[in-house]
């Protein structure tokens, strides 16, 4: 997407700006909320609760952005399809009125044209998170997973690459549709021993690339 888009409005815009702290939420699924939200700084999950009370995780995002869904454009107040939570110490975000979004986005054709894009991404990202863990299996499914983060966290070092984001194994579960965090242990410990991953700093450490990409279907 045309980031330039996004930062041009802003400038443009001057929206206000709120803060919130680590494990906090700006939104709960099915919340009622009257506004859109654009990350300015700092990192958030999205994920979303399934009937049986479990969070499966979407992604995360770290970069300016959309984070809250915006759906139609003629509703002041609409209901969060989705949970964004804080992860990082804290995160900063630019809010802006729904409707004055979206009256901005038919005046400014750019706008109209950024927000397109940004819906196709966003199905395009979660259509290739779901085939990833479909398609590969459980163990193939954390392996993608961590081949995303290498993406979009990733250091590169001299001993490998290094994720800039810690994450828990329940958070891996919760990515990967695997029901226990014992799985996720024995997983890790497996690729561990093959070589394919270490930790420093608390953070992983992705040592053999090529290893993890034999277990990717598609």
């Not at 919130?20 to 939104?27: C, E, F, G, Q, S």
């Not at 009257?34 to 994920?47: E, F, N, Q, R, T």
């Not at 991404?121 to 979660?126: D, E, G, K, T, V």
């Not at 998170?129 to 299996?137: A, E, F, K, R, T």
């Amino acid at each position: 997407m045309n980031e330039h888009i996004l930062v041009d409005y802003i400038a443009r815009k001057q929206p206000t700006v709120i803060t919130k702290k680590k494990n906090t939420y700006l939104a709960y699924d099915g919340d009622d909320i009257s506004y859109v939200d654009i990350l300015k700084s700092g990192i958030v999950k999205i994920s979303v609760i399934l009937k049986d009370g479990r969070e499966f995780n979407i992604a995360y995002k770290n970069k300016l952005e959309i984070v809250t869904l915006m759906k139609d454009e003629e509703s002041a107040i609409t209901q969060a399809p989705y949970n964004v939570r804080i992860e990082s110490d804290t995160a900063e975000f630019y809010r802006i009125d729904r409707l004055e979004f979206w009256e901005d986005a038919m005046y400014h054709q750019d706008l109209l044209l950024y927000t397109k894009e940004f819906y196709r991404q966003s199905l395009q990202s979660i259509t290739q998170h779901m085939q990833h863990m479909v398609m590969n299996g459980k163990k193939g499914a954390l392996c993608a997973l961590l081949l995303e983060l290498s993406q979009q966290f990733g250091v590169q070092t001299t001993e490998g690459i290094q994720l800039s984001i810690h994450i828990t194994n329940e958070d891996i579960a919760a990515f990967c549709g695997i029901s226990s965090d014992t799985s996720v242990s024995r997983m890790l410990r497996e690729l561990r021993e093959h070589g394919a991953l270490a930790t420093e700093n608390n953070n992983f450490l992705i040592t053999d690339k090529e290893y993890l990409e034999e277990f990717l279907a598609i």
